[in-house]
């Protein structure tokens, strides 16, 4: 069964940083690519950013660039979204997803809330 | 970057009758790379169509996706109460693979 589980979030000051991380299971994560999307409280999915096969290539909405960074562990079946510098207007829930776009299988999800 | 526009933004409708969703792109979207999602409250949204008009797994029948270019549609055929919620397009020709803003799907 394909499953992918997010942790890390949490409040969060502006300013800060946090890690979040997705487990991932059921399938060859070297094989795909995965998706972070996040949904701020009421609102509509916003794509932020995803990542390659083998972790070499990765794009960002441009929002985050510069303060997000996309990385994944193919041996230990795990992809995670460092974020620094967080805003306000970053707080949502974030998901993973398995899939450049037309993505899947998602995660839960995770709140982050950027608040001081 | 494409801008995908969804209409109408709420529609309201009743058990057994048509749904037509519409998503507009700003400009053409290469290889037809367009998805729609069905999201509940409380839930991670649910796939539903790739590749513009492809069902994927497990995706009920009444579901059709057309379109092609810049104007694409989500048809449920006959609304069953479980298929009332938001609905997003999202297009993933290539990044950022932005989504449009949703459709509310509500029953009358």
């Known amino acids: 069964e394909v499953q992918l589980v997010e942790s890390g979030g949490g409040l969060v000051q502006p300013g800060g940083s946090l890690r979040l991380s997705c487990a991932t299971s059921?399938?060859?994560?070297?094989?795909?690519?995965i998706s972070w999307v996040r949904q701020a409280p009421g609102k509509g999915l916003e794509w932020v950013a995803n990542?390659?096969?083998?972790?070499?290539?990765?794009y960002y909405i441009d929002s985050v660039n510069g303060r997000f960074t996309v990385s994944k562990d193919n041996a230990k079946d795990s992809v995670h979204l460092q974020m620094n510098r967080l805003r306000a207007e970053d707080t949502a829930v974030y998901y993973c997803?398995?899939?450049?776009?037309?993505?899947?299988?998602w995660g839960q999800g995770t709140l982050v809330t950027v608040s001081s | 970057e494409i801008v995908l526009t969804q209409s109408p933004g709420t529609l309201s409708l009743s058990p057994g009758e048509r749904a037509t969703l519409s998503c507009r792109a700003s400009?053409?979207?290469?290889?037809?790379?367009l998805a729609w999602y069905q999201q509940k409250p409380g839930q991670p949204p649910r796939f539903l169509i790739y590749?513009?008009?492809t069902r994927a797994t497990g995706i009920p029948d009444r579901f059709s996706g057309s379109g092609s270019g810049t104007d694409f549609t989500l048809t449920i055929s006959r609304l069953e109460p479980e298929d009332f919620a938001v609905y997003y397009c999202?297009?993933?020709?290539?990044?950022?693979?932005?989504f449009g803003q949703g459709t509310k799907l509500e029953i009358k």
């Open positions: 990542i390659n096969q083998d972790g070499t290539d990765k």
């Open positions: 400009q053409g979207v290469s290889k037809n790379y």
């Open positions: 059921g399938f060859i994560l070297s094989n795909y690519w």
């Open positions: 999202q297009q993933y020709a290539g990044a950022p693979c932005t």
């Open positions: 997803a398995r899939g450049f776009g037309g993505a899947d299988y």
């Open positions: 590749g513009a008009s």
